[in-house]
């Protein structure tokens, strides 16, 4: 069983540029979730995509975009780059965008820095 | 909207002793409860859940949680702490129905040889 994979695993932008960010869903997984986990805090949820469809955004503007594929692996994508926007960024699957009682599985998160 | 407080930044434990980090909640409606550990430059890992039933739930690596409804709590625990335990733990809940899960803060644990 493939586990969750992202890449790249690390990554330096300058302000007002633009990043795409990837992620492979495990195996059998055709729900993905992003999230944005800042220096010492909890990560906060950015958006969910299943079967190709955005079906859950949290509080981040619409310069956070993503894509999901039809083999289920995804992009983050973010345009006009801040300062802020430096963090770890995990990208999570999960079996079922249903199965809300499931665990999302984790890929080891790509470590964005914006200079 | 659900929340999550982890009120201890750090726990510090002595190894071979037991340990708890502490995890209160706010849902509307019944929870769904899960803990999560994270290792430096490292993902999240699932440790357990709670869903439904009883309110003590075992999980990975001799971790345990104890639910209680009345204080909105979910604390972790393990009887006897080992250096290898030290890392970041995450509590998290989610909402039934299509929301998303709500993480807490964090506690870095830190078991001192």
């Known amino acids: 069983e493939t586990g969750v994979t992202q890449s790249p695993t690390h990554l330096i932008k300058t302000r007002g540029q633009q990043v795409t960010l990837r992620c492979s869903s495990q195996s059998g997984h055709n729900t993905v979730s992003w999230y944005q986990q800042a220096l010492g805090q909890g990560p906060q949820f950015i958006f969910q995509?299943?079967?190709?469809?955005?079906?859950g955004r949290g509080n981040f503007p619409p310069r956070f975009s993503g894509l999901q594929f039809p083999n289920y692996s995804s992009e983050l994508n973010v345009n006009a780059l801040e300062l802020d926007d430096s963090a770890l960024y995990l990208c999570?699957?999960?079996?079922?965008?249903?199965?809300?009682?499931?665990?999302?599985?984790f890929g080891n998160g790509t470590r964005l820095t914006v200079t | 909207a659900q929340s999550v407080a982890q009120p201890e930044d750090q726990v510090n434990v002595a190894e071979g002793n037991p340990l708890t980090v502490k995890c209160t909640y706010s849902?509307?409606?019944?929870?769904?409860l899960f803990w999560y550990v994270q290792y430096p430059n490292r993902g999240l890992q699932f440790l357990l859940k709670?869903?439904?039933?009883?309110?003590l739930v075992k999980g990975s690596y001799g971790f345990e949680a104890e639910f209680n409804k009345s204080q909105t709590s979910f604390h972790l625990k393990k009887p006897s702490a080992l250096v290898s335990d030290s890392a970041l733990y995450f509590c998290a809940v989610r909402e039934p129905g299509n929301t998303p899960l709500v993480f807490g803060k964090g506690t870095r644990l830190s078991v001192i040889a």
């Open positions: 995509y299943y079967r190709e469809e955005e079906n």
């Open positions: 849902v509307s409606g019944n929870p769904y």
């Open positions: 709670y869903i439904t039933g009883d309110n």
């Open positions: 999570a699957s999960s079996p079922e965008s249903s199965s809300y009682n499931s665990p999302l599985h």
